[in-house]
Antibody, heavy 128, light 111 residues
Framework: QLQLQESGPGLVKPSETLSLTCTVS??????????WGWIRQPPGKGLEWIGS???????YYNPSLKSRVTISVDTSKNQFSLKLSSVTAADTAVYYC????????????????????WGQGTMVTVSS | QSVLTQPPSVSAAPGQKVTISCSGS????????VSWYQQFPGTAPKLLIY???KRPSGIPDRFSGSKSGTSATLGITGLQPGDEADYYC????????????FGGGTKLTVL
C-alpha cells in the first residue's frame, strides 16, 4: 500500500529557507500515471496548493508562490522535496505531500485532477 | 479569500441528507473536474469524490457529487455522527493565475 511521509525541520527562522522531503514507500515515484504535490494549511484555515512535480522533473507551481518555491525529485531515493525561500510568519502551516492524478484538457495541457493519497502532514512554524 | 465559494457551515440531524455547495466560474469549475475532500481535526484530507461524481474505492455510496455549470455539489445521505468534519472542494483554474484551487471549506455538524 502506497504511503507518503513528510520530514524536515519543524521550526524555521524568518527570511530563511524552509526545506521538506516527502518519502514514497510501497510504490514507485516513477509511475507515469501520477504527479506528486505539496499542499499547505495554515492553522485554522483552508488548503493551499503549492506546486507539483512529475518523476521526469516537470514542475508547475502556484503563481502566488512561484518566485519562492522549488520542487525537485530524486527517483533513486523515491523522494521529492520542497524548498520555500524567504519565509515569514505567513508561511506557518501544516505541509502535506499528496499524490495526484492528472488529465489533459481540450488544448492538450495537463491539469491536476484529484489528490488521492496524502502524507500525514508536518507542522512548520516560522519564528525567531 | 478563496477562488471557490463554499458555505462556512451546514448542519443536519443523523439519518438526514445534507448538501454542500461549491461555486466558481467558467475558468475553474465550468471547464474542469471537481474533487471533494473530507478532513477530520488534526488529520490529512481524504479524497471523497473525483472527476465531479466518481467515488474512490472504499468510499460509501452515501457520498455523491454533481456539477452543473459553474457550481458543484457534494451530497451526503444517511448522516452519521462520524461524518462530522470539514469538507473542501477543489478544481483547476485556467485563468492567468492558473493552478489548483480549493474552496474555503465547510464545517458539517451532525446535530
Amino acid at each position: 500500500q502506497l504511503q507518503l511521509q513528510e520530514s524536515g525541520p519543524g521550526l524555521v527562522k524568518p527570511s530563511e529557507t524552509l526545506s521538506l522531503t516527502c518519502t514514497v514507500s510501497g510504490g514507485s515515484i516513477s509511475s507515469s500515471s501520477y504527479y506528486w504535490g505539496w499542499i499547505r494549511q495554515p492553522p485554522g484555515k483552508g488548503l493551499e496548493w503549492i506546486g507539483s512535480i512529475y518523476y521526469s522533473g516537470t514542475t508547475y507551481y502556484n503563481p502566488s508562490l512561484k518566485s519562492r518555491v522549488t520542487i525537485s525529485v530524486d527517483t533513486s531515493k523515491n523522494q521529492f522535496s520542497l524548498k520555500l525561500s524567504s519565509v515569514t510568519a505567513a508561511d506557518t502551516a501544516v505541509y502535506y505531500c499528496p499524490r495526484h492524478t492528472y488529465y489533459y484538457d481540450s488544448s492538450g495541457y495537463s491539469r491536476i485532477d484529484a489528490f488521492d493519497i496524502w502524507g500525514q502532514g508536518t507542522m512548520v512554524t516560522v519564528s525567531s | 479569500q478563496s477562488v471557490l465559494t463554499q458555505p462556512p457551515s451546514v448542519s443536519a440531524a443523523p439519518g438526514q441528507k445534507v448538501t454542500i455547495s461549491c461555486s466558481g466560474s467558467s475558468s475553474n469549475i465550468g471547464n474542469n473536474y471537481v474533487s471533494w475532500y473530507q478532513q477530520f481535526p488534526g488529520t490529512a484530507p481524504k479524497l471523497l469524490i473525483y472527476e465531479n461524481n466518481k467515488r474512490p474505492s472504499g468510499i460509501p455510496d452515501r457520498f455523491s457529487g454533481s456539477k452543473s455549470g459553474t457550481s458543484a455539489t457534494l451530497g451526503i445521505t444517511g448522516l452519521q455522527p462520524g461524518d462530522e468534519a470539514d469538507y473542501y472542494c477543489g478544481t483547476w483554474d485556467s485563468s492567468l493565475s492558473a493552478g489548483k484551487v480549493f474552496g474555503g471549506g465547510t464545517k458539517l455538524t451532525v446535530l
